[in-house]
């Protein structure tokens, strides 16, 4: 049975960093896609970054030069390295998996498999 379990989240100041992460188990860490979405309260859960286990990755354009995804395969990890965040970035944070390439990544549909989540607070 496949599961996502995510660490890291917490409070922190506006222009400052915070690193997700989130262990995979389960499955083997190949031909895998695996994201990260976030969710605010009183608005729907948006894709936040993508990574390929090949490398390809992809970005919200909101996040894009901020945030860093990354993987471990040794570890089955996939992290998400979070710079100069604003109040924009406090949500819930989720870890999301699926087999195979990341068509569509964006889509909560096309994931199987989801983490409990994480909660990140930016506080000016």
């Known amino acids: 049975q496949v599961q996502l379990s995510e660490s890291g989240g917490g409070s922190v100041q506006a222009g400052g960093s915070l690193r997700l992460s989130c262990v995979l188990r389960?499955?083997?860490?190949?031909?895998?896609?695996m994201a990260w979405f976030r969710q605010a309260p009183g608005k729907e859960r948006e894709g936040v970054a993508a990574?390929?286990?090949?490398?390809?990755?992809w970005y919200a354009d909101s996040v894009k030069g901020r945030f860093a995804i990354s993987q471990d395969d040794s570890k089955n990890t996939v992290y998400l390295q979070m710079n100069g965040v604003t109040s924009e970035d406090t949500a819930m944070y989720y870890c999301?998996?699926?087999?195979?390439?990341?068509?569509?990544?964006?889509?909560?549909?096309?994931?199987?498999?989801w983490g409990q989540g994480t909660q990140v607070t930016v506080s000016s």
């Open positions: 389960g499955y083997t860490y190949i031909n895998v896609c």
């Open positions: 990574i390929y286990s090949g490398g390809d990755q």
């Open positions: 999301a998996q699926r087999r195979g390439y990341c068509y569509g990544w964006q889509m909560t549909e096309n994931y199987g498999n």
